[in-house]
């Protein structure tokens, strides 16, 4: 188990009241992303990376993106 340490940063009152309110997933999630802006460490970089992947999918999954709704998307040619 990697050991942690906890920083302190300024942010402005509305993003305090978020992290605050949000779940222990996203400040998990949050957590990571600043040891990934930082270089903490190539395999959690590549682990973040995966897992930020499938919430996407998940998300877009959820909202009813279907593998035959996303070819389609692909498969269209931009303006």
């Given at each position: 188990?990697?050991?942690?340490?906890?920083?302190?940063?300024?942010?402005?009152?509305?993003?305090?009241?978020?992290?605050?309110?949000?779940?222990?997933?996203?400040?998990?999630?949050?957590?990571?992303?600043?040891?990934?802006f930082l270089r903490e460490d190539i395999n959690e970089e590549?682990?973040?990376?995966?897992?930020?992947?499938?919430?996407?999918?998940?998300?877009?999954?959820?909202?009813?993106?279907?593998?035959?709704?996303?070819?389609?998307i692909l498969n269209e040619e931009s303006p």
């Amino acid at each position: 188990m990697q050991i942690s340490e906890e920083i302190t940063i300024k942010v402005s009152p509305k993003v305090a009241q978020a992290y605050q309110k949000a779940t222990e997933h996203k400040k998990q999630s949050l957590a990571t992303l600043v040891s990934v802006f930082l270089r903490e460490d190539i395999n959690e970089e590549v682990d973040f990376l995966g897992k930020l992947m499938n919430e996407i999918s998940d998300k877009a999954v959820s909202r009813g993106l279907t593998p035959e709704i996303l070819e389609t998307i692909l498969n269209e040619e931009s303006p």
